[in-house]
């Protein structure tokens, strides 16, 4: 096998476990009706389906890219995907809400270990145009997964009935993960990523950095455990209180560790490039924006307009489609163009925001089909697929290869606090307003503020195209 193909190989192996859970985060989603009525669970009991699982994950991000980093990201994606199949099918088989919550754990754990070393290994097997073409098929999959999820959940709950079809939901990952553990032993190179003669000198407790995890992961916690809960309870302000003060607990630590020759959890340097610090943030305030729009899409048109999860479904796929295209083109012109393909890409997500607006008003007061929806959500899909791979590019790009999961892993834990803000401040703004007026102003009000964060995205990009500018070879 020559090197090419030994690349295609790598990328396939690396692709397939990151489509298998993408599709189960969504497709779970539409299935949260079914698992409902199947173990007659309580509103609280369906919340942490969702929640524990994004909660776990976000917790395991930053630790599973820092082991893959010290030891070997192939053995850690390996473990990371069995652990994430097990639960899938304890999660299938679970009789209770409280086991299904406990195999969501287990799940969520997997997909934490696995997800940073997908990142660090395209940062470590790939480079130049290879790696912008890597992360452009990275968002390609990314596309077509989260669209394809809620579609595939519709068709099984509607083929295998509506109180137990969501256990096929979670069946489907085993086929996809023991291939994907087959390939992860075939193809990927067994090697460790630090030599093995420096872990050797190192003992135990400065090898891994346990005060350090255990100061960030209470940090993210007490950042997220706020925006999972549905009603106001008076301590959960003290717990964004406790995050502020956890991370600067977090921060002053990681520099004294560096400062006296041990290895951080988090090598802080990695903040101070400012491609990857300002692309980090860019991403952070997108996924706040962007993602709730399609959770908020799925409940007004289910609810509100009386369709079905595959109708819902259904909605998106145009989205993926144009994603997928979106990802291609921007992988292909990024290093040419870089970043005002960024700041491109997010005034076209902010334009079709609008014009979803629009049609959701035609829809309401105007009889307009909810068809036309297929067309705004594709323009929005075509920009979400540019700002996808070429983002990534460009944040990665500086980071060296050896930090490659770590620096994975802290994106994407940023992403998945702003997915988890933005979720909560969307839905709960949907759900209020349409309590106190109607549903109908309260979508419209949604994808407006989602077009005013998405701006704030573009500001972003905007500052960091500048700096570029100003430091082409990333100086200060």
């Known amino acids: 096998m020559n090197a090419l193909e030994n690349k295609n190989w790598i990328l396939a192996t690396l692709l397939i476990p990151l489509a298998m859970s993408l ?34 994950v976000g917790v395991t991000l930053v630790p599973a890219g820092r082991l893959g980093d010290m030891y070997s990201r192939r053995t850690m994606f390996i473990f990371g995907l069995i652990a994430f199949v097990t639960g899938s099918f304890l999660s299938g088989l679970a009789p209770s809400a409280l086991s299904l919550n406990a195999a969501r ?39 077509f997964s989260v ?17 137990s079809g969501w256990r096929y939901i979670f069946f489907i990952n085993l086929p996809l993960g023991i291939i994907g553990v087959i390939f992860g032993l075939k193809f990927l190179p067994a090697e460790n990523t630090i030599p093995q003669e420096r872990r050797q000198d190192l003992p135990i407790w400065l090898r891994l950095d346990f005060v350090g995890a255990a100061l960030l992961l209470g940090a993210i916690v007490s950042l997220l455990i706020p925006f999972t809960f549905r009603t106001w309870h008076w301590w959960l302000p003290m717990l964004l209180v406790l995050a502020g003060a956890l991370l600067i607990a977090w921060v002053k630590w990681e520099s004294a560790c560096q400062e006296r020759g041990h290895a951080p959890m988090v090598d802080l340097s990695l903040l101070k490039i400012q491609s990857f610090s300002v692309g980090m943030a860019t991403a952070a305030i997108y996924f706040m924006g962007a993602t709730s729009m399609f959770v908020v899409m799925a409940m007004f048109v289910q609810n509100e307009l009386g369709y079905s999860p595959l109708v819902a479904g259904v909605l998106g796929l145009p989205n993926a489609v144009l994603s997928a295209v979106g990802s291609r083109w921007g992988s292909l012109n990024v290093l040419n163009k870089g970043r005002k ?62 930090t490659g999961g770590t620096a994975g892993g802290l994106k994407q834990t940023t992403e998945r606090i702003g997915t988890s803000i933005g979720s909560a401040l969307m839905t709960g703004l949907y759900f209020t307003v349409s309590a106190v007026w109607a549903a109908g102003p309260a979508i419209m009000l949604v994808f407006a503020m989602a077009a005013v964060v998405v701006s704030l995205a573009a500001l972003v990009a905007v500052f960091d195209m500048r700096r570029a500018a100003l430091f082409p070879e990333g100086g200060e």
């Open 105 to 143: 754990v287990i799940q969520g754990v997997g997909a934490g270990m696995y997800s940073p070393q997908i990142m660090g290994m395209i940062q470590q097997f790939f480079q130049g145009r290879e790696r912008a073409k890597a992360f452009g098929l990275l968002g390609m999959v990314v596309s």
């Open 23 to 56: 599709i189960a985060v969504s497709s779970v989603n539409v299935a949260l009706a079914s698992i409902g009525k199947g173990l007659q669970t309580t509103d609280a009991q369906l919340q942490w389906v969702l929640s524990g699982y994004t909660l776990v």
């Open 341 to 402: 393909i960024v700041v491109l890409s997010l005034c076209v997500i902010v334009f079709g925001a609008l014009l979803s607006l629009l049609v959701f008003a035609g829809i309401i007061y105007f009889k307009l089909s909810v068809w036309w929806l297929l067309l705004t959500l594709g323009i929005i899909g075509f920009g979400q697929g540019v700002f996808g791979s070429t983002n990534q590019t460009l944040a990665m790009d500086e980071v060296p290869a050896a």
């Open 147 to 163: 669209a394809l999820g809620p579609v595939l959940a519709g068709a099984i709950i509607s083929l295998a009935g509506f109180e």
